[in-house]
T-cell receptor
Framework: EPEVTQTPSHQVTQMGQEVILRCVPI?????FYWYRQILGQKVEFLVS????????KSEIFDDQFSVERPDGSNFTLKIRSTKLEDSAMYFC???????????FGNGTRLTVT | GNSVTQMEGPVTLSEEAFLTINCTYT??????LFWYVQYPGEGLQLLLK?????DKGSNKGFEATYRKETTSFHLEKGSVQVSDSAVYFC????????????FGTGTQLKVEL
């Protein structure tokens, strides 16, 4: 069964550094998402992306965050200048349609030191 | 705003025991409700869903009934197995809300022989 893949599985970075989290959504899916879960807290929506533009974003998704689909297969989340509070598990997801079930990746655990 | 509250874990059960994981929600209108499961080292997988009041979602022996009068969507299984050990997330999707899911904090289930 096709699946969403995320790399790396764990990333450690220093505060103030830029990080790029990578995702390969399922190939025929049109909608892409990033969610995150800070340890012990809820899974939170960050952003949705369709037709090469952001369709919705949460208040968490400030100017430090950006998303891009640089080619036909990858979907990336960039954090420009990481803060300690950005440490979390970041999940990428994709869906065939706007109301179709989401397929999630295994997540990238980001640790900011 | 929308919110989901789940019982805290970890929940530890013996194999073949009955499982209930409570989930209540706050939302306007008629949200869709979901249970996702995360097995160790894997991503979030959709376990079951219900899209309107009194609907029962079921999959792999798990069931949950959408109760609008109590704003609940409790997850149940009659006889758990060691392989059911995972983290279970309750989530809601607001009416007309695309795929911006609101998640609970997750409940870890451990099933022992």
């Amino acid at each position: 069964e096709p699946e969403v893949t995320q790399t790396p599985s764990h990333q450690v970075t220093q505060m103030g550094q830029e990080v790029i989290l990578r995702c390969v959504p399922i190939s025929n899916h049109l909608y892409f998402y990033w969610y995150r879960q800070i340890l012990g807290q809820k899974v939170e929506f960050l952003v949705s992306f369709y037709n090469n533009e952001i369709s919705e974003k949460s208040e968490i998704f400030d100017d430090q965050f950006s998303v891009e689909r640089p080619d036909g297969s990858n979907f990336t989340l960039k954090i420009r200048s990481t803060k300690l509070e950005d440490s979390a598990m970041y999940f990428c997801a994709s869906s065939e349609g706007r109301n179709s079930p989401l397929h999630f990746g295994n997540g990238t655990r980001l640790t900011v030191t | 705003g929308n919110s989901v509250t789940q019982m805290e874990g970890p929940v530890t059960l013996s194999e073949e025991a009955f499982l209930t994981i409570n989930c209540t929600y706050t939302a306007t209108g008629y949200p869709s409700l979901f249970w996702y499961v995360q097995y160790p080292g894997e991503g979030l997988q959709l376990l079951l869903k219900a899209t309107k009041a009194d609907d029962k979602g079921s999959n792999k022996g798990f069931e949950a009934t959408y109760r609008k009068e109590t704003t609940s969507f409790h997850l149940e299984k009659g006889s758990v197995q060691v392989s059911d050990s995972a983290v279970y997330f309750c989530a809601l999707l607001p009416t007309g809300g695309g795929n911006k899911l609101t998640f609970g904090t997750g409940t870890q289930l451990k099933v022992e022989l």
